[in-house]
């Protein structure tokens, strides 16, 4: 028979290994995913059939591989609180992507939206460029869209195609692309902002000649900080070649002037992402060497597609 002494220490390994078993070691900092979705359920309430079973194991495998990443980004269309909150547990955090300066023709509200479309959006032939500067559109983004993720339990939000100030470098579409991160902000939400470097850059001039104040914290002020807490840029070191359906090494030209921004961003207090499409091992050990010495994050994407 065991000692109670004995016990003690067995008891105490026991519970270490359920606590790494509920809590596995993160494989990865940081992935991109809004090809991945779960299974959906056709009915609430469970039946204990074979497909239904079936279905749970599918859907808790997917929620298994997100939980090996540190940080990741996904479509929120089919994730539950439940889903965020098994995520939250095993300290994943989880970004819901929020396309801002661009509207599917897939999205369910299309018809009443088009409205306010400017033209096709070059390489994705179901998606156009919106007029962010009209207040029924950034009423629908932080009204509609963000309130619904914050109630789901996200732990921030993905703002995608800021790249629209790019194409549109209108004052309008400045002032509304922030009208709309002023907004944001009463969820208390983190957020970061993907593409838009000709948007960020203008913010942070502006906050470092004294237009905007980031310590003072209401809708009409703030800087990069108050508006949102980093970026993601993608196509650093690699450029996908939509003509070929295939991912090449990015310009040189193209590379440097990134580093350059990103050193902008990181200096404005900024954290930096980094998203990259099929690197070989020899780019990624450039992209590992230069992510580690200026403390950025990155993740090399298998395809376009952003899935698994």
Request: aromatic share 14%.
């Amino acid at each position: 028979m065991m000692h109670r002494s004995a016990r003690k220490p067995l008891l105490l390994l026991l519970l270490l290994l359920a606590i790494f078993r509920t809590f596995p070691k993160k494989t990865a900092n940081y992935g991109v995913f809004l090809g991945v979705s779960l299974p959906e359920s056709n009915t609430k309430e469970t039946t204990g059939s074979k497909e239904e079973e079936t279905e749970h194991k599918a859907r808790l495998k997917q929620l298994a591989f997100l939980s090996g990443y540190k940080t990741v980004i996904v479509s929120p269309g089919t994730f539950t609180k439940e889903d965020l909150d098994y995520l939250k547990k095993r300290k994943t955090t989880v970004y819901a992507y929020i396309n801002v300066g661009a509207l599917e023709q897939y999205n369910p509200d299309y018809k009443k939206l088009r409205q306010f479309a400017l033209a096709p959006y070059e390489n994705w032939e179901d998606e156009e460029w919106v007029d962010v500067s009209q207040a029924a559109w950034q009423d629908y983004i932080t009204e509609d869209r963000a309130k619904d993720l914050a109630k789901t339990g996200y732990d921030g939000f993905f703002l995608d195609n800021f790249d629209v100030y790019d194409r549109f470098p209108t004052e309008g579409c400045y002032q509304g692309l922030t009208k709309i991160l002023q907004n944001l902000q009463k969820y208390k939400k983190a957020i970061l902002l993907n593409g838009g470097d000709r948007f960020v850059q203008r913010v942070i001039e502006e906050e470092n000649s004294g237009k905007t104040n980031s310590k003072v914290k209401e809708p009409k002020s703030g800087g990069a900080k108050y508006l949102f807490q980093g970026v993601n840029q993608e196509d650093v070191f690699t450029s996908y070649n939509f003509s070929e359906n295939k991912a090449e090494k990015q310009e040189k030209d193209a590379t440097n002037y990134y580093k350059d921004y990103l050193k902008k961003v990181q200096s404005a207090g900024l954290s930096v992402y980094i998203t990259e499409y099929e690197a070989d091992e020899t780019l990624s050990k450039e992209i590992e060497k230069y992510c580690k010495e200026n403390h950025f994050t990155w993740y090399n994407a298998p395809g376009i597609a952003l899935s698994r």
